[in-house]
């Protein structure tokens, strides 16, 4: 089939003049140095090309937007399932803690949060900025996560606003367990000679062997984290074995940088710092 152009001999004496000039345009840039290069893509980026790029922008957002409703929709649905099988937990809990005439358990309480990355000096910063108008003077430290699991914590406060560390922090340490209850250790952070940032569960008794993929989970030893939030699955046993413990490479359950809405966990004696319930009309 032949090709035609809409004009006739006109049409195709345009589109070959618009093809010379995009031409020479080229050709003209080419020359440039960096400089000037950089100069002439402003200019064409906030006059010709703005609204393409305003266009492009908006249908963006638009995506992001309907990505991150849909994955506000599983995580409802997770949500809802997890508070079910916890009601049922807690009334079994009562139930027994009744029976044995003990009294009843202190579980803590969550309060949302918004949390800011710190500004690094050189490479990603480990450090956070916590902000909430749910707790003022909050005890610390404090244990920060979101629905995926363990993230940091907050190690000072001036009012209701903290600062923390992820778990990438050098210092942060927390007491882990196996989902199955059967091995317990400390956790850091490791970086790998391939510079990937992973965590490293130290300590587990020589006689213990924990498989790949097992889930890691905080012990509640020390009451700063809550018992059973997740921090991670089992990699592989790490080449460096002190003494008669084993230690194991852990893949972490959230990264930092992925949310900026989280979790912070009071302990049950801390539970008096939150404002009281609005009164039901």
Request: glycine share 12%.
């Amino acid at each position: 089939m032949r090709y035609t152009t809409i004009g006739g001999p006109q049409g195709q004496r345009s589109d070959l003049v618009v093809a010379v000039v995009f031409a020479a345009c080229a050709f003209v840039l080419a020359g440039l140095g960096p400089g000037p290069t950089l100069t002439a893509t402003r200019v064409l980026r906030s006059t010709v090309l703005r609204p393409f790029l305003a266009t492009h922008e908006v249908f963006r957002a638009r995506a992001g937007l309907v990505s991150r409703v849909d994955q506000l929709g599983r995580e409802r649905d997770s949500l809802a399932v997890r508070a079910q099988t916890s009601n049922d937990l807690e009334l079994e809990n009562r139930r027994l803690r009744s029976m044995l005439d003990l009294p009843p358990r202190e579980f803590g309480t969550y309060f949302v949060a918004e949390l800011l990355p710190g500004r690094p000096h050189g490479g990603e910063s480990s450090r956070f900025i916590l902000n909430t108008r749910s707790v003022r003077d909050f005890i610390t430290p404090l244990a920060i996560a979101t629905p995926a699991g363990l993230l940091g914590v907050v190690r000072s406060t001036a009012g209701s606003t903290g600062t923390g560390d992820y778990w990438t922090h050098p210092d942060f340490r927390a007491a882990v367990v196996t989902l199955d209850g059967l091995a317990t250790g400390i956790i850091r952070p490791f970086v790998t000679a391939d510079g990937e940032q992973l965590m490293l569960m130290e300590g587990v008794p020589f006689q213990t062997a924990v498989p790949g993929g097992a889930e890691v989970v905080t012990s509640g030893v020390g009451g700063v984290y809550p018992r059973g939030l997740p921090v991670g699955r089992v990699l592989a046993e790490h080449e460096a074995q002190l003494g008669w413990t084993h230690s194991y490479l852990v893949e972490p359950a959230v990264r930092p940088g992925q949310e900026s809405v989280v979790l912070g966990w009071l302990p049950g004696s801390a539970t008096d710092s939150l404002p009281p319930p609005e009164a039901s009309p």
